[in-house]
């Protein structure tokens, strides 16, 4: 394991304000199996937290109790300080939390300005919707492809849809769920400088991704997991140079 990481301890405006996300014990459950066992975490305006671990680690889980998807059998999830451990995603995503699935999946008969509409039809209606969807895929750069029915894309644009559906909810807090895993090195030195342009503009992001040297490129803090436990965490450096993380990748054989 290589660490190609730079110096991100000051990236962004908010890394020394209050969380707006804070995990706190959570543990969830599937049955007697414990997919989750007492991790905390938090995460800032304009901060970046990187979540890895191996196979079955836990990851989506966390994730899915973090963003609503999953009811965890203990801990709380506050937001801005507001214990939201119960509130449907889409009470979330009013609150201003937006997350991107592992598998996209765009309405294929709709373009894709129509797409990113449904999403930007929580906050708005009518030219205003449109228009925010307009923007949206202007910044993550599918504008000239707005009229584009979503089957036609490539990979490396649906996953840009899907980040596009995501910020056309305006959220402060953005789950990234694998983004970038699976693109060619071109797309993903774009998804990368994408990343890092959100996360400047001031949102928090907390991004589950599995090759290691994106997760070091861009994370200011990263989490690291294993068998449903936390194994390591802190700054890029220290937890790519952990016995224990060293010891938990050099043991898989598929990554
Ligand atoms: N819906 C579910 N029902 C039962 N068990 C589940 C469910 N979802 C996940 N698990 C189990 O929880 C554990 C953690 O899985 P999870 O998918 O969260 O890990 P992960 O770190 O995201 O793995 P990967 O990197 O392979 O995506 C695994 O043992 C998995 O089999």
Redesign the pocket.
């Known amino acids: 394991m290589t660490a190609a990481q730079g110096d991100h301890s000051q990236v962004g405006s908010g890394l020394q304000a209050a969380p707006l996300l804070e995990a706190r014990h959570i543990r969830v459950q599937?049955g007697g199996?414990v997919?989750v066992h007492d991790i905390s975490l938090s995460v800032r305006p304009g901060e970046i937290v990187g979540l890895i671990?191996p196979?079955?680690?836990?990851?989506?889980?966390l994730f899915n109790a973090l963003s609503g998807f999953v009811r965890p059998a203990g801990g709380q999830v506050l937001f801005e300080g507001k214990d939201i451990t119960r509130l449907s995603p889409q009470a979330r995503a009013r609150l201003g939390m937006a997350r991107t699935f592992q598998v996209e999946r765009p309405f294929e008969d709709l373009s894709v300005l129509e797409n990113v509409m449904v999403a930007s039809f929580l906050h708005h209606r009518g030219h205003k919707a449109e228009d925010l969807a307009y923007s949206v895929l202007e910044r993550v750069g599918l504008a000239d492809r707005a009229t584009q029915p979503a089957a036609e894309l490539n990979l490396a644009r649906r996953r840009r849809l899907e980040l596009a559906k995501a910020l056309a909810l305006e959220p402060r807090l953005l789950f990234l769920d694998e983004v970038i895993a699976g693109l060619n090195p071109p797309a993903q030195a774009e998804m990368i400088l994408l990343i890092q342009q959100l996360a400047d503009s001031g949102l928090a992001i907390i991004m589950v991704e599995?090759i290691m040297q994106v997760i070091m490129t861009l994370s200011n803090h990263v989490v690291c997991m294993a068998f449903?436990e936390l194994l390591a965490e802190g700054d890029p450096v220290s937890v790519a140079n952990h016995p224990d993380v060293i010891r938990a990748y050099l043991g898989e054989d598929d990554d």
């Open positions: 599937f199996n997919a671990g196979n079955g680690a836990g990851k989506t889980t599995h449903g």
